[in-house]
């Protein structure tokens, strides 16, 4: 990643533009062409420096306001880790150290859906089909703060 | 709620990776059989709602070197969970914080470069919100099996069949 990279990351993290043509947008505020910075993010994007480009939803002000954190403890020798992560419903889904003797859920997957009932369904089906029987879903109830959470730091450039 | 099915479609459209070509609202425009004028101007009023935070990229933690997280869970008692939160929020490594119904109240991850910078900051955090052992939960990640969210845009008054 060069020092233009880096300018450009931090433009697309201000939004891309809601004008027809974006990238020449940028190219303006960077002082490149168009071409230029397509290629340049195609390329960030083969290098899997951007995963992806796409809208942040508030998923609450559509009517999805059931947003769970399920914590997973599977029986001894357990191997269905990608099997869980693969289903439709799970956003994120991450293993974790356990903390021995107080916490010992080691899984951690993530739900969203409009109601309650609509989590607790889809998790005990989750459930059932991968043989997890110990789990705690863990809703919430207030969003105190969420970022974007790989960022380029727009005021000091740093990495963070 | 002003949100009618044109911005359900549109929510749902801009979720998927967006076209890298000059002209990609027209695309997606295109698809779902607006104008690309129509598109700009359902998306600015999405944004004025507070709807659609952005169209913003999906930064890889690693290549970035940030080779480091933790998802860590606090029992805070109420009197000291304003004060808290302010703490946790204070710190640009802290993305996602939230109050969940537990005995664990706050949930929130860090990422950082090395595993040393998170602890300090956890440190920093139990001295100054002045916590127990005992009320605090470090979980680092281990492995990351999937990132993928996507929230289904369909009405409300859908069936919810699949």
């Given at each position: 990643m060069?020092?233009?990279?880096?300018?450009?990351?931090?433009e697309l993290?201000?939004?891309?533009?809601?004008?027809?043509?974006?990238?020449?947008?940028?190219?303006?505020?960077?002082?490149?062409t168009?071409?230029?910075?397509?290629?340049?993010?195609?390329?960030?994007?083969?290098?899997g420096i951007?995963?992806?480009?796409?809208?942040?939803?508030?998923?609450?002000?559509i009517?999805?306001?059931a947003?769970?954190?399920?914590?997973?403890?599977?029986?001894?020798?357990w191997?269905?880790?990608?099997?869980?992560?693969s289903?439709?419903?799970?956003?994120h889904?991450?293993?974790?150290?356990?903390?021995p003797?107080?916490?010992?859920?080691?899984?951690?997957?993530?739900?969203?859906?409009?109601?309650?009932?609509?989590?607790?369904?889809?998790?005990?089906s989750i459930a059932?089909?991968?043989?997890?029987?110990?789990y705690?879903?863990l809703?919430?109830?207030?969003?105190?703060?969420?970022?974007?959470?790989?960022?380029?730091d727009?005021?000091?450039?740093?990495?963070? | 709620?002003?949100?009618?099915?044109?911005?359900?479609?549109?929510?749902?459209?801009?979720?998927?990776?967006?076209?890298?070509?000059?002209?990609?609202?027209?695309m997606i425009?295109?698809?779902?059989?607006?104008?690309?004028?129509?598109?700009?101007?359902h998306?600015?009023?999405l944004?004025?709602?507070?709807?659609?935070?952005?169209?913003?990229?999906?930064?890889?933690s690693?290549?970035l070197?940030l080779?480091?997280?933790?998802?860590v869970?606090?029992?805070?008692?109420?009197?000291?969970?304003?004060?808290?939160?302010?703490?946790?929020?204070?710190?640009?490594?802290?993305?996602?914080?939230?109050?969940r119904?537990?005995?664990?109240?706050?949930?929130f991850?860090?990422?950082?470069?090395?595993?040393?910078?998170?602890?300090?900051?956890?440190?920093?955090i139990?001295e100054?919100?002045?916590?127990?052992?005992?009320?605090?939960?470090?979980?680092p990640?281990?492995?990351?099996?999937?990132?993928?969210?996507?929230?289904?845009?369909?009405?409300?008054?859908?069936?919810g069949?699949?």
């Open positions: 060069d020092q233009t990279d880096r300018r450009l990351i931090i993290e201000r939004g891309i533009p809601l004008t027809d043509e974006p990238f020449a947008e940028i190219g303006l505020r960077l002082g490149i168009e071409d230029e910075v397509i290629l340049r993010i195609r390329r960030l994007r083969e290098e951007i995963r992806k480009i796409r809208a942040r939803i508030n998923q609450r002000q009517g999805i306001m947003n769970a954190l399920v914590a997973w403890k599977p029986p001894e020798g191997s269905g880790h990608e099997e869980l992560a289903k439709p419903g799970v956003s889904c991450y293993l974790r150290e356990p903390v003797g107080r916490w010992e859920y080691m899984i951690y997957t993530v739900h969203h859906k409009r109601s309650r009932n609509e989590v607790y369904e889809e998790v005990r059932d089909e991968i043989g997890v029987t110990d705690i879903v809703f919430s109830t207030e969003e105190l703060k969420r970022l974007p959470a790989v960022r380029i727009d005021s000091t450039e740093d990495l963070r | 709620m002003q949100v009618d099915r044109i911005d359900l479609l549109i929510l749902d459209a801009l979720q998927e990776d967006l076209p890298l070509v000059p002209r990609p609202f027209e425009a295109d698809r779902i059989g607006i104008t690309s004028a129509d598109l700009l101007r998306i600015e009023h944004q004025e709602m507070g709807i659609l935070r952005g169209i913003t990229p999906v930064l890889e690693r290549s070197g080779h480091a997280g933790t998802l869970a606090l029992h805070v008692p109420d009197e000291k969970a304003d004060w808290t939160i302010e703490i946790i929020n204070s710190y640009p490594e802290i993305s996602h914080n939230y109050r119904e537990h005995h664990y109240s706050l949930w991850t860090i990422s950082a470069p090395t595993h040393e910078r998170i602890s300090r900051i956890l440190g920093e139990q100054k919100a002045g916590l127990p052992d005992e009320d605090i939960l470090n979980l990640t281990i492995r990351s099996y999937k990132i993928d969210v996507r929230f289904d845009c369909r009405m409300e008054d859908a069936d069949s699949d």
